[in-house]
T-cell receptor, first 112, second 114 residues
Framework: KQEVTQIPAALSVPEGENLVLNCSFT??????LQWFRQDPGKGLTSLLL?????REQTSGRLNASLDKSSGRSTLYIAASQPGDSATYLC???????????FGAGTRLTVKP | DAGITQSPRHKVTETGTPVTLRCHQT?????MYWYRQDPGHGLRLIHY???????DKGEVSDGYSVSRSKTEDFLLTLESATSSQTSVYFC?????????????FGPGTRLTVL
């Protein structure tokens, strides 16, 4: 059974800092990995999707990497802003089937 | 934002009553999903659909049923609600390969079972 872990559970940084969020998974037989953002009381917003054949994806100040063999992905946020404060979740889709598995998320606070 | 709506947005019900949640999409995506989100458990898949009348179970399907009679609507039914089904329920849609397979989420339904 695929297990997805995100450490730390919470992170507080000052504005302007570059930061890395971590996601690890136990089964490397994945089809893709997706990073989401969730604001309090809201649904999830897709940030980046990395196919299993890719190593990284970039969107603006966000860069996500994937190392399938080691079961790890990182989300790099450059020059963090207070508006980046949210919970960030990663999810993996298995190679076969549609049962996506989510991590519990990292709650990020960026202080002005 | 993807055109996904969920209704109702909030519901309080009593143990043993039936409850139906609705997800409606305007994107014509083939796949639709129901998740529940609970503190300490993250999001867990309940059921999903890969086409009209085509559904399958997810990780936590016990006590739930689904139906999809039209591309745009996916219904989640709790036949006899229990307090353990108090949760926030999210609907999601996606269009798999050769499209991007990105999942887009609705705003959620907060269900309280007393």
């Amino acid at each position: 059974k695929q297990e997805v872990t995100q450490i730390p559970a919470a992170l507080s940084v000052p504005e302007g800092e570059n930061l890395v969020l971590n996601c690890s998974f136990t089964d490397s037989a994945i089809y893709n990995l997706q990073w989401f953002r969730q604001d309090p009381g809201k649904g999830l917003t897709s940030l980046l999707l990395i196919q299993s054949s890719q190593r990284e994806q970039t969107s603006g100040r966000l860069n996500a990497s994937l190392d399938k063999s080691s079961g790890r992905s990182t989300l790099y946020i450059a020059a963090s802003q207070p508006g980046d404060s949210a919970t960030y979740l990663c999810a993996v889709r298995p190679l076969w089937g549609n049962d996506m598995r989510f991590g519990a998320g990292t709650r990020l606070t960026v202080k002005p | 934002d993807a055109g996904i709506t969920q209704s109702p947005r909030h519901k309080v019900t009593e143990t043993g009553t039936p409850v139906t949640l609705r997800c409606h999409q305007t994107e014509n995506h083939r796949y639709m999903y129901w998740y529940r989100q609970d503190p300490g458990h993250g999001l867990r898949l309940i059921h999903y659909s890969y086409g009209v009348k085509d559904t399958d179970k997810g990780e936590v399907s016990d006590g739930y049923s689904v139906s999809r009679s039209k591309t745009e609507d996916f219904l989640l039914t709790l036949e006899s609600a229990t307090s353990s089904q108090t949760s926030v329920y999210f609907c999601a849609i996606s269009e798999p390969f050769p499209r991007t397979d990105t999942q887009y989420f609705g705003p959620g339904t907060r269900l309280t079972v007393l």
